[in-house]
């Protein structure tokens, strides 16, 4: 059972910044973030596989960077530019498929989920 443990969230104003981190105990091929807004259905923000491989909603594209200690099994989301539409629950997830379908994310192939941390920006 691997074990995953986000960081980072927080309250910003719009155009701000924050960094997301997710730690997980053990390694996988695939780790991602998903955002749950209130009233929303879960959406997929960002992939990293292991070759590195990233994979962005186009609403993020720009603004997100998704990276990988390999190392240390511990993911990052770095968020610049922040919107007031970006408010939502992040949640870390791992497994062995990205669920990259298309332009989309799908939680396919996700085993393990963090808790999720809270994501606030204020216009």
């Known amino acids: 059972q691997v074990q995953l443990t986000e960081s980072g969230g927080g309250s910003v104003q719009a155009g701000g910044s924050l960094t997301l981190t997710c730690a997980a105990s053990e390694y996988t091929d695939c780790m991602g973030w998903f955002r749950q807004a209130p009233g929303k259905e879960r959406e997929g923000v960002a992939t990293i596989d292991r070759d590195g491989s990233t994979s962005y909603v186009d609403t993020v594209k720009g603004r997100f960077t998704i990276s990988k200690d390999n190392a240390k099994n511990i993911m990052y989301l770095q968020m610049n530019s922040l919107k007031p539409e970006d408010t939502a629950m992040y949640y870390c997830?791992?497994?062995?498929?990205?669920?990259?379908?298309?332009?989309?994310?799908?939680?396919?192939?996700?085993?393990?989920w963090g808790q999720g941390t809270q994501v606030t920006v204020s216009s």
């Open positions: 997830a791992a497994g062995p498929g990205c669920g990259v379908v298309g332009d989309r994310i799908y939680d396919i192939g996700y085993n393990y």
